[in-house]
């Protein structure tokens, strides 16, 4: 099914490391893709492929895909990292599918 | 740097037309094998992939807006836009556009977003 599942919250202790995570069938077959959102804002993607970082991206963002699990590493959760998170991948239809979210508490 | 910036109605009634404008600065849509999208997110939900173009100008949608949906360029490539038809209430939301990597690998990526336009759909 084309569909990824992400927790609907997490929350992380300042500068303590947190993992966000995405299942979905599609993620045995692609790559994740995560992107940042803060209240009013458009996404900004933080980390694709199997390992790309974009320019501007503190290198704290790190992420992982294996056995339709992705995964999204904060080391260090800044008070900045405070916001929602959406994983998604492509789907073997040529379709582009979101994770439904994930809000990032940092306290 | 290319910026991508959307306009459009803010109020549409329902059973109406949507029309909205992406506009690219920066790049040509037909340069560099990128995709360019549209993506939109109703208030307070996650984000739902509507479809894209490619520098030729062939489109793909997203089976749920596939039957109402149409994403074209514009002839001085430095727009795309998309058309919604049969508007309802559940299509209020905020419409992003933005530029897909192009598809060399096992991912997609929106590296540019634009910042998006708010569209009402209300009698």
């Known amino acids: 099914s084309s569909e990824l599942t992400q927790d609907p919250a997490v929350s992380v202790a300042l500068g303590q490391t947190v993992r966000i995570t995405c299942q979905g069938h599609s993620l045995k077959t692609f790559f994740a893709t995560w992107y940042q959102q803060k209240p009013g804002q458009a996404p900004i993607l933080v980390f694709y492929?199997?390992?790309k970082r974009p320019s501007g991206i503190p290198d704290r963002f790190s992420g992982s895909t294996s056995g339709g699990t992705a995964s999204l590493t904060i080391a260090g959760a800044q008070a900045e990292d405070d916001a929602d998170y959406y994983c998604?991948?492509?789907?073997?239809?040529?379709?582009?599918?979101f994770g439904g979210g994930t809000k990032l508490t940092v306290l | 740097q290319v910026q991508l910036q959307e306009s459009g109605p803010g109020l549409v009634k329902p059973s109406q037309t949507l029309s909205l404008t992406c506009t690219v600065s920066g790049a040509s849509i037909t340069s560099g094998g990128y995709y360019w999208t549209w993506i939109r997110q109703p208030v307070g939900k996650g984000l739902e992939y509507i479809g894209r173009m490619s520098v030729t100008g062939t489109a793909h949608y997203h089976p749920s807006f596939a039957s109402r949906v149409t994403i074209s360029p514009d002839a001085s490539k430095t727009q795309f836009f998309l058309t919604l038809n049969s508007l309802t209430a559940a299509d209020t939301a905020v419409y992003y556009c933005a530029r897909d990597l192009p598809w060399i690998s096992w991912y997609n990526a929106f590296d540019v977003w634009g910042q998006g336009t708010m569209v009402i759909v209300s009698s």
């Open positions: 492929g199997k390992n």
């Open positions: 998604s991948s492509r789907d073997t239809s040529a379709n582009v599918i």
